[in-house]
């Protein structure tokens, strides 16, 4: 073949390769609940943020004459809570709450568990025998245990919520990651590297987090979902943020005092929000799971 044939299929061969990230999103879109998810998320968050824009309330006063009217009263579309604030715009803020808390201590959570793991898995030896140790005795303590007790002694507030949830939820992406880095350690760019003087830094933040990428960021979407129902759980324990900031695990508490007299509207909507915004980082944690397995990209 001449040389102006071998320039002639080059275009043709680079067109008809698609990239990496064109792969990874064609795999992500054939997946019907990770679209259903993301579209979810999306809409969960305009909601939160940009609703309190368009629908003003006051959700720092209370108004015991407005108290526990019915959905479809004037003004209030979900009606109102026992204190007398709007429903909607509750739902509304508390959701600015779960979200931010949720998203922070997820994303804090996977991030220290990634480097601890990726540290114990590279070096091995008495420091991975050490460091693994030290993670298996946290993980014997039930997580919400540990959550109920630091709650308790310290007064919550957004960023010692933060801070509690992440302090156990970082233990399983240590022990995910630990496991990528020792199938890592071992290959042919990570004895490249140390025969060109590269010390430990350098290879677990240069080639084994980089390389693990994928799986971080598949265990990140599930590591805010469970974040998010952490916050749910305290909240419904009585160990939320005191008032008047709320979120929705502070609302199902708060409303499930009135379900005996049929106020529906103190319950549903907050457990409603929850669900759905557990259910699409579930669903886009699969996505893109699916997204980045190699094998699904050749299809």
Same mark, same amino acid.
């Given at each position: 073949?001449?040389?102006?044939?071998?320039?002639?299929?080059? %275009?043709?061969?680079?067109?008809?390769?698609?990239?990496?990230?064109?792969?990874?999103?064609?795999?992500?879109? !054939?997946?019907? +609940?990770?679209?259903?998810?993301?579209?979810?998320?999306?809409?969960?968050?305009?909601?939160?943020?940009?609703?309190?824009?368009?629908?003003? *309330?006051?959700?720092?006063?209370?108004?015991?004459?407005?108290?526990?009217?019915?959905?479809?009263?004037?003004?209030?579309? /979900?009606? *109102?809570?026992?204190?007398?604030?709007?429903?909607?715009?509750?739902?509304?803020?508390?959701?600015?709450? #779960?979200?931010?808390?949720?998203?922070?201590?997820? @994303?804090?959570? *996977?991030?220290?568990?990634?480097?601890?793991?990726?540290?114990?898995?590279?070096?091995?030896?008495?420091?991975?025998?050490?460091?693994? !140790?030290?993670?298996?005795?946290?993980?014997?303590?039930?997580?919400?245990?540990?959550?109920?007790?630091?709650?308790?002694?310290?007064? %919550?507030?957004?960023?010692? /919520?933060? @801070?509690?949830?992440?302090?156990?939820? &970082?233990? #399983?992406?240590?022990?995910?990651?630990?496991?990528?880095? +020792?199938?890592?350690?071992?290959?042919?760019?990570?004895?490249?590297?140390?025969?060109?003087?590269?010390?430990?830094?350098?290879?677990?933040?240069?080639?084994?987090?980089?390389?693990?990428?994928?799986?971080?960021?598949?265990?990140?979407? =599930?590591?805010?979902?469970?974040?998010?129902?952490?916050?749910?759980? /305290?909240?419904?324990?009585?160990?939320?943020?005191?008032?008047?900031?709320?979120?929705?695990?502070?609302?199902?508490? #708060?409303?499930?005092?009135?379900?005996?007299?049929?106020? &529906? &509207? /103190?319950?549903?909507? %907050?457990?409603?929000?929850?669900?759905?915004?557990?259910?699409?980082?579930?669903?886009?944690?699969?996505?893109?799971?699916?997204? =980045?397995?190699? !094998?699904?990209?050749?299809?």
């Amino acid at each position: 073949m001449t040389a102006a044939a071998v320039e002639a299929t080059q %275009p043709e061969a680079a067109v008809a390769t698609p990239s990496l990230a064109r792969r990874t999103l064609s795999v992500f879109a !054939r997946n019907k +609940l990770a679209l259903l998810g993301a579209v979810l998320l999306v809409g969960l968050i305009a909601f939160c943020f940009l609703g309190p824009l368009i629908h003003h *309330t006051d959700q720092v006063h209370t108004d015991l004459s407005q108290a526990n009217l019915a959905p479809g009263s004037a003004g209030h579309p /979900l009606g *109102t809570t026992d204190l007398g604030y709007d429903m909607l715009g509750r739902l509304m803020y508390g959701g600015q709450t #779960s979200l931010e808390v949720g998203l922070a201590a997820g @994303l804090l959570a *996977t991030l220290f568990g990634t480097v601890y793991g990726a540290v114990a898995g590279y070096f091995g030896g008495w420091v991975d025998a050490t460091m693994m !140790r030290i993670t298996d005795a946290a993980l014997a303590i039930p997580a919400l245990f540990l959550l109920v007790v630091v709650a308790a002694i310290i007064t %919550p507030s957004k960023l010692v /919520l933060i @801070l509690i949830i992440a302090s156990v939820a &970082w233990l #399983s992406p240590a022990r995910l990651i630990r496991g990528e880095a +020792l199938a890592l350690r071992s290959r042919d760019y990570i004895h490249a590297m140390r025969l060109m003087g590269g010390g430990g830094g350098r290879a677990v933040f240069k080639h084994i987090v980089p390389n693990a990428i994928g799986t971080v960021i598949v265990n990140a979407t =599930f590591q805010i979902a469970d974040a998010i129902l952490y916050v749910a759980y /305290l909240s419904f324990l009585g160990l939320s943020i005191p008032p008047p900031a709320a979120d929705w695990g502070s609302m199902l508490s #708060s409303g499930i005092t009135y379900t005996q007299v049929g106020y &529906w &509207w /103190l319950i549903f909507p %907050p457990g409603i929000a929850i669900v759905l915004v557990v259910a699409a980082f579930n669903f886009i944690g699969d996505g893109l799971r699916d997204a =980045f397995d190699v !094998r699904l990209q050749k299809n």
